[in-house]
């Protein structure tokens, strides 16, 4: 109670906030004479308005910075508009996809699961399109206050990534407690994680084709070609790379993060045998809310801050958070009477085994953010030997990377080993979800930093493009190269914690399918069919990132046939003289993405359905242990191999190994340039992926208990139309790819080009 007070009134003094916390603390001690779940819910529900309320504060302080000149506005509102747009029509493509799987859910599980999806899906998309919203509105007015000074710009940009963050948890946790009291049905609750792991798979793949199929296509031709700066003006490009920074860096990570949120505390509460385990996690989370408010208060630089002094900045509000995370639940542990017997009068687990789990949770989340740190960025050797690789070209520079990325997840699964062991021993499974629950127990904080970096980037390209002194844009460059680094940070403290849910999910799962009683264990040697199930699920990551990277690679060949197009046909955008057309990069991005989304979606809801209802819930449960696996080590892989060439480009741009222009600097481009699917589509992408898996399966768990003769039917039928289709569809890419190829070459006397030479010319 006096950290909160102390907390809010540190809050500039806000007399909302100084209201709200001794209110809301005072309705929860009320709340706490009766029992410890009443206690646990009422104080979840009250913290999550109290985080929506504080996140709305902190919009109203964003919204009062000064948004600069007419030009800086008229830049901004173009960014505005093109990710309004991607988004309005990814959610339009998405509502019927909500409504088909509700009403199947609702026929093959039943209504309250189906009513839990949609209310589920509704609250990812609003956490997203609230992030992206402040986010494209903050931009403008960071690159404003940049002209003051490096703290402003901070305070700016980081308020709107609070905003992004305190939805988050806000939302999340105030939907669960709802549905929780209205229906009464805590299995229902599946539903929510489902519908929230639905939306963010399709955001974050939606996302990610875009913003880095604009990426990809203004820097090869803009950087590489054109030879002009990034985030030029002139590049036809340059505003749908900074849409992209929303829709994909904002809006796709809120969402993932809101569902690894929510399914860790679904999880735990499912695994919990007594009410108070039941109610448990949703203490944790508003604990967790309360430290991250106050941490946030605590991320505040000087001018001519160093590099280190601004990472010094945001993970002191993270420590912050996590020191009175685990003061908070220490004392909930120790002073609450929280039920931990079963019927039988038998104790399932200590108070204090319990808290140690947290604490596991907690201490493996910093740790593999650390780790990516460290392999990530350039003020340490693992990036630099990338940097240095740059001087023998761009294919040293790419094994190089390749060789990092695959390194980088030795440490991240040994930490993850060992939380998983110590979790399991203390509290069995449901110390698992316990630990999965304590690591994302400070997301208010975490998220933070990592969603103020894209308001940062845009900021800077906004700074490029008003053409702002020199000073506006070396402030703005040093909050981006801190971006880049908490971004790569954010992505390990991701997938991990995806991990810790997933398994916490597959346990959920195993009581589902199989009951939580008598013996549930699964036998490799005598249930033939788990290792196929496992080969599948390990295939399925592969097969997934597959599809993320072609759709990434198509998506940029438009693009950079229209912007060659442009600088073709309009000769006067290199000299100032005539106006690239921003609207139309904007416009091919946003189709391709919707389009190329759609298969990798899909094939994630349909695949353990599938592999369900035609070989059984042994099969099943060795494909989410293979997809598991397989899908923690390559999106490790990826997105520290994405951020490590990111970063050793930025580290030739400080100076080193010849500066900008040269060799070595041409050669981290094209790193750069392979790395940036791979960081910030498919790695990203991947965690998701085992999630959506996970949750499904523990959705649709109890109808494969006993799978009657015609479902196995309907199984086996669906999947031998989707191998002929597979089968079919290669042969015509394979027709289509290996028929001869022509381009037009020689231009005439009046511009036109005629003229044709076949690819083997």
């Known amino acids: 109670y006096p950290l909160a007070c102390v907390g809010a009134h540190q809050c500039q003094r806000s007399r909302v906030v100084d209201n709200m916390v001794p209110a809301m603390i005072s309705s929860v001690l ?16 009250l913290t999550g308005l109290f985080s929506i309320g504080v996140a709305l504060w902190l919009t109203r302080l964003v919204l009062r910075a000064d948004t600069g000149t007419s030009k800086m506005v008229e830049i901004a509102t173009a960014i505005q508009e093109g990710a309004g747009a991607f988004l309005r029509a990814e959610f339009r493509a998405l509502s019927v996809f909500v409504l088909v799987v509700a009403i199947l859910l609702g026929i093959s599980v039943d209504w309250e699961t189906a009513f839990c999806f949609i209310v589920g899906a509704a609250c990812s998309a609003t956490t997203g399109y609230i992030g992206m919203s402040i986010a494209v509105r903050a931009n403008v007015r960071t690159a404003a206050a940049a002209r003051r000074g490096l703290n402003p710009a901070l305070r700016v940009a980081y308020n709107s990534g609070s905003v992004m963050a305190l939805s988050v948890v806000g939302v999340g946790l105030v939907g ?6 209205i229906l009464e049905n805590i299995d229902a609750l599946a539903g929510f994680g489902f519908g929230a792991s639905s939306i963010a798979l399709f955001a974050r793949v939606g996302g990610g084709i875009f913003t880095k199929a604009a990426d990809v296509g203004a820097d090869l031709v803009g950087k590489v070609e054109q030879g002009i700066p990034e985030d030029d003006p002139r590049n036809p490009a340059t505003i749908a790379d900074n849409v992209g920074d929303n829709v994909g860096d904002v809006a796709g990570m809120g969402a993932d993060l809101f569902e690894s949120y929510v399914g860790g505390i679904v999880a735990a509460a499912t695994l919990g ?3 108070d385990q039941t109610s448990l996690p949703l203490f944790i989370a508003g604990i967790g809310i309360l430290s991250s408010v106050i941490g946030n208060l605590f991320v505040r630089t000087k001018e001519g801050a160093t590099q280190e002094d601004l990472l010094a900045a945001l993970r002191r509000g993270v420590i912050v958070a996590s020191i009175l995370v685990l003061a908070g639940t220490l004392v909930a542990c120790l002073s609450l009477d929280i039920e931990h017997t079963d019927s039988n009068g038998k104790a399932l687990v200590k108070d204090t085994e319990i808290y140690l789990c947290i604490v596991i949770g907690l201490a493996a989340g910093v740790a593999v953010g650390s780790i990516t740190e460290f392999y990530t960025s350039f003020a340490f050797w693992p990036t630099q030997s990338i940097s240095k690789a740059a001087v023998t070209g761009p294919a040293t520079v790419i094994i190089q990377g390749i060789a990092v990325g695959t390194e980088s997840t030795v440490l991240p699964v040994l930490v993850i080993v060992a939380g998983t062991l110590g979790a399991v021993k203390l509290g069995g499974l449901y110390g698992v979800a316990i630990a999965a629950v304590g690591m994302l127990s400070t997301l208010g904080v975490t998220l933070a930093t990592d969603a103020y970096g894209p308001v940062a980037d845009n900021a800077g390209g906004i700074a ?7 000073e506006v844009r070396d402030r703005t460059d040093a909050l981006d190269a801190l971006g880049n680094t908490t971004a790569a940070t954010g992505k390990g403290f991701a997938i991990g914690s995806a991990v810790l849910t997933s398994l916490a999910l597959m346990a959920a799962f195993r009581d589902a399918a199989f009951g939580k009683t008598g013996d549930r264990g699964i036998d490799l040697v005598e249930k033939e069919e788990v290792i196929p199930g496992l080969l599948v699920g390990a295939m399925l990551p592969f097969l997934f990132a597959s599809f993320t990277m072609t759709a990434v690679g198509k998506a940029a060949m438009s693009i950079i046939e229209e912007v060659r197009r442009q600088f073709h046909e309009k000769p006067g955008i290199m000299t100032g003289e005539e106006r690239p057309d921003h609207a139309k990069c904007v416009a091919i991005s946003t189709q391709s993405s919707l389009r190329f989304m759609v298969m990798p979606g899909l094939m994630a809801v349909v695949a353990p359905i599938l592999v369900g209802l035609t070989l059984g819930r042994e099969a099943l449960a060795g494909m989410l242990t293979g997809a598991i696996s397989a899908g923690f080590l390559l999106a490790l892989t990826m997105a520290n191999a994405g951020g490590a060439w990111d970063n050793a480009k930025k580290f030739v741009e400080k100076g080193h190994l010849g500066g900008k222009g040269s060799e070595a600097h041409k050669a981290t481009v094209v790193g750069d340039t392979v790395g940036d699917p791979f960081k910030d589509t498919s790695g990203p992408s991947l965690n998701i992926l085992i999630k959506l898996m996970s949750v499904i399966s523990l959705v649709t768990g109890s109808i494969y208990k006993d799978v009657s003769k015609g ?9 031998a139309l ?8 290669l042969y015509k890419k394979n027709k289509r790819e290996t028929a001869p190829q022509y381009s037009e070459l020689e231009e005439g006397p009046g511009g036109e080009l005629s003229g044709t030479v076949s690819n083997e010319e």
């Open 722 to 729: 989707i191998v002929c289709g597979g089968i079919f569809a």
């Open 176 to 181: 669960l407690v709802l549905m929780w009291y």
């Open 30 to 45: 009320l709340a706490a004479t009766n029992d410890f779940t009443s206690t646990a819910t009422a104080f979840a529900l």
């Open 464 to 470: 490029e493009m008003a053409e702002l002194p020199p």
């Open 711 to 719: 479902f196995q039917v309907m199984g086996w039928i669906i999947l």
């Open 273 to 275: 045998q007594t009410d």
